[in-house]
């Protein structure tokens, strides 16, 4: 069974760093592409970086570019959001998302919020 939890979420001030992780299980990790998408209140679920599942090239949206990096540590069944140069329109709540065949896996999301 696939599990995809985050963490790392929390409060910070504008121009801060956070590091998200989500910790991935049920599947063989390093065959898949992973994903990071956020929820602003009020809006819908949008992209924010891709990473594949071994080599290849690392995707972001264009809001983000610059200043967050995803990586992955295949051993540790791992991926992580590094967020620097934080603003208050990057709050939300951050899904570690994974497609599994024709079957999409969202983990439970960690929330972000960046205010002063």
């Known amino acids: 069974q696939v599990h995809l939890v985050e963490s790392g979420g929390g409060l910070v001030q504008p121009g801060g760093s956070l590091r998200l992780s989500c910790a991935a299980s049920g599947f063989t990790f390093s065959n898949y592409a992973m994903s990071w998408y956020r929820q602003a209140p009020g809006k819908e679920r949008e992209f924010v970086a891709r990473?594949?599942?071994?080599?290849?090239?690392?995707t972001y949206s264009d809001s983000v570019k610059g200043r967050f990096t995803t990586s992955r540590d295949n051993a540790e069944r791992t991926v992580y959001l590094q967020m620097n140069s934080l603003k208050p329109e990057d709050t939300g709540v951050y899904y570690c998302?994974?497609?599994?065949?024709?079957?999409?896996?969202w983990g439970q999301g960690t929330q972000v919020t960046v205010s002063s």
């Open positions: 998302y994974l497609r599994w065949g024709l079957l999409d896996y």
């Open positions: 990473i594949p599942g071994t080599g290849g090239t690392t």
